[in-house]
């Protein structure tokens, strides 16, 4: 069992930036993936972005903006949130898988983190 703990969420303007962690001790490996996911309100669950080994995957509306990164030594992965937009306010999720995957399917994760709100304001 993983246990993993997201966090970092808050308020921002549009424009800002925020910075997101998940810590899952003993599955922040290379061998792993970790991704994040966002649901809007009333909305599906959607993908983010992911690590798995070295390779980084995002979602297109993402990209350019944000970057996940990971930091073994701390058993943390981070997603920097940069010229944030009102239509990313959502609650992020942390995922973890223990294989190595390129998935942007939620089904493909095996744990998931409890969720942080983000909330752009206009």
């Known amino acids: 069992q993983v246990h993993v703990v997201d966090a970092g969420g808050g308020l921002v303007q549009t424009g800002g930036s925020l910075r997101l962690s998940c810590s899952a001790p003993g599955a922040t490996k290379r061998s792993n993936t970790m991704a994040w996911f966002r649901q809007p309100p009333g909305k599906e669950r959607i993908f983010v972005a992911g690590?798995?080994?070295?390779?980084?995957f995002y979602a297109d509306s993402v990209k350019g903006r944000f970057t996940i990164s990971r930091d073994n030594a701390n058993n943390t992965v981070y997603l920097q949130m940069n010229s944030l937009k009102p239509e990313d306010t959502a609650v992020y999720y942390c995922?973890?898988?223990?294989?190595?995957?390129?998935?942007?399917?939620?089904?493909?994760?095996?744990?998931w983190g409890q969720g942080t709100q983000v909330t752009v304001s206009a």
């Open positions: 690590i798995a080994g070295d390779i980084t």
């Open positions: 995922a973890v898988d223990r294989d190595l995957l390129v998935s942007r399917r939620p089904v493909a994760y095996e744990y």
